[in-house]
């Protein structure tokens, strides 16, 4: 089945460094991608999107591009905060018949003044 | 506002007892979804429903029952089969073609044997 594969973490940065959590995904076509945010002891939140080869989502700073052909949707902020101290997860859709979105594992950042 | 609750948001579950945990949406979304969340594993897809009175088994469904009586509610039996329940839970909805909107997540449910 499909899977999606984000980078190990944790991953702990000073306060204005830059950020990126990789992602790449293996299923075929055109599977419109996601990143959530999940801060300590809440359910998930949609940070950003893209649903076509080439789009980029962005939200809060965070930035993230669809590339077909590395199947890649990498996370990026330019200068992350205190406040963006959370667990990451990418997944993707491939729409069909059960419309279930597949997730990577998660990766935890810790940001430090 | 429209959104989903699950209730309640700590959950004490005896050995051999079964529980229940509730998850309600008024988002009108067609679809909705339980996973457990244990740390360092990410998500696990439990069951999943696409309409009412229809649901799917996921990946981890031994020991866990639901029911999709109304559109708004997807509630999770925890059952005494279930040997490591101890674990965060998620509840998510929506809409019957997500691949382009995603789904919309509940606060949780932590549950804890004691």
Same mark, same amino acid.
């Given at each position: 089945g499909d899977s999606v594969t984000q980078m190990e973490g944790p991953v702990t940065l000073s306060e204005e460094a830059f950020l990126t959590i990789n992602c790449t995904y293996t299923a075929t076509g055109y599977p419109s991608l996601f990143w959530y945010v999940q801060y300590p002891g809440e359910g998930l939140q949609l940070l950003l999107k893209a649903t076509k080869a080439d789009d980029k989502g962005s939200n809060k700073g965070f930035e993230a591009t669809y590339r077909k052909e590395t199947t890649s949707f990498h996370l990026e902020k330019g200068s992350v905060q205190v406040s963006d101290s959370a667990v990451y997860f990418c997944g993707e859709n491939s729409g069909g018949s059960n419309y279930k979105l597949t997730f990577g594992k998660g990766t935890l950042l810790t940001v430090n003044p | 506002d429209g959104g989903i609750t699950q209730s309640p948001k700590y959950l004490f579950r005896k050995e051999g007892q079964n529980v229940t945990l509730s998850c309600e949406q008024n988002? /009108?979304?067609?679809a909705m979804y339980w996973y457990r969340q244990d740390p360092g594993q990410g998500l696990r897809l439990i069951y999943y429903s696409q309409i009412v009175n229809d649901f799917q088994k996921g990946d981890i469904a031994e020991g866990y029952s639901v029911s999709r009586e109304k559109k708004e509610s997807f509630p999770l039996t925890v059952t005494?089969?279930?040997? /490591?329940?101890t674990a965060f839970y998620l509840c998510a909805s929506s809409i019957?073609?997500?691949?382009?909107y995603g789904y919309t997540f509940g606060s949780g449910t932590r549950l804890t044997v004691v």
């Open positions: - | 988002l /009108n979304h067609d005494s089969a279930q040997k /490591n329940p019957r073609d997500s691949s382009n």
